[in-house]
Each structure stands twice: as C-alpha cells, then as structure tokens.
C-alpha cells in the first residue's frame, strides 16, 4: 500500500489523540455512564414502587405504571451496550 509500518503507527497514535481531545471537550463516555447510573437506579426505584403498592395492595394504576416503567428500562438496557 506505499506506507511504511511506522507511518501507519502514527496514523493511529493521531487518531487515538484526537479521540482522547473530542472526548474531553464533549464527555460522551461521561454522560453515558451518568446515563446508565440514572437508568440503574430508576430501575431499581421502580421495582420497590411495585413491590410496596402489592404489599399493601395500593393503587393499581400506580403498580401498572411502575410495571410499565420497569419493561422499558429493561427493554431498552441493550442501548446502552457497545
């Protein structure tokens, strides 16, 4: 292909650097993971909702729509995946 091994080394090396640049300027990785933690979280939050509103046999509408939540959290989990 005409490019020498370490020619294609520093190709890479350039575009690691420019990754790790547009990374700190944006903080895509960062908003993910918070993402994610807020996602866990509402999941889990969701889930104690549902379970409180049965023991005491609370509001049904409130146990369905926890129950919503919990499915779309767990439905769209594998967005969060690489």
Do not use: H
């Amino acid at each position: 292909m005409g490019i020498s091994r370490q020619g294609v080394r520093d190709s890479i090396k350039r575009g690691e650097e420019s990754l790790l640049s547009y990374e700190n300027l944006f903080g895509i990785q960062r908003k993910l993971k918070n993402y994610e933690d807020f996602l866990v979280e509402a999941d889990l939050k969701a889930k104690l909702v549902l379970k409180q509103c049965k023991a005491v046999a609370y509001s049904n509408s409130i146990a369905v729509k926890a129950q919503q939540l919990i499915d779309f959290i767990e439905e769209n989990e594998d967005l969060l995946k690489d």
